[in-house]
């Protein structure tokens, strides 16, 4: 039962660290309108301001998925220094609720953003995340879009028609050679860039 981002932007207004609502929720406040249902509210912190977030979060129930992707939740307990390949926590508000936000870590190298699947790919951390209109700070689409072409499902095909018209030219260059870097044959390039980019 995923939570809204505005009520995660009341929950984190205090935050002192940056954070970014991720995942189909940050392609909705690109566009700035819906655009499916939502399965879950994703949300990227850098992994150095991990003890800020577990501050925050102090009286909500979270688990850490160790191993990733195995399917297999453990309590992050408090005092804990999450190392990499961790990286997704799940977060509901007592034992007894639903799961409502999916909190995920992502590396830094001091004023730059580094992808936890590569350190090739990376961007200037001012150059992360956007802000709606409301306020609401989101990841980059650009940004997003990389991490969804990994393993495209049809969700994640609405998410890139819906916002490929809102990428500029540089934009849309950066999430090309992100791209060529871990999928490259992956057909959302071919739509990114002109093709003798591709020489």
């Not at 609720?97 to 936890?116: C, F, I, K, N």
């Not at 802000?131 to 890139?160: C, H, W």
């Amino acid at each position: 039962m995923p939570a809204r981002p505005e009520d995660l932007a009341v929950m984190f207004a205090a935050a002192d660290f940056p954070w970014w609502i991720a995942g189909g929720y940050a392609i909705e406040l690109a566009v700035g309108r819906e655009l499916r249902p939502h399965g879950d509210l994703d949300v990227l912190v850098l992994r150095r301001d991990q003890a800020r977030v577990r501050d925050l979060l102090t009286d909500w129930d979270l688990y850490v998925a160790d191993p990733p992707g195995m399917g297999r939740l453990r309590p992050w307990r408090s005092g804990e220094t999450l190392q990499p390949p961790l990286h997704d926590i799940w977060c509901r508000r007592t034992p007894e609720a639903p799961w409502s936000v999916q909190l995920m870590l992502d590396e830094a190298e001091g004023t730059h953003w580094v992808s936890r699947r590569t350190p090739r790919i990376r961007l200037p951390i001012e150059r992360l995340g956007r802000r709606s209109g409301t306020g609401i700070p989101y990841l980059a689409p650009e940004v997003q879009l990389y991490y969804k072409a990994k393993a495209t499902r049809e969700k994640d095909e609405t998410d890139f028609e819906a916002v490929l018209p809102l990428l500029g030219e540089p934009q849309r260059i950066w999430l090309a050679n992100a791209i060529a870097v871990t999928v490259p044959d992956h057909p959302w390039r071919q739509r990114l860039t002109p093709p003798d980019a591709h020489k």
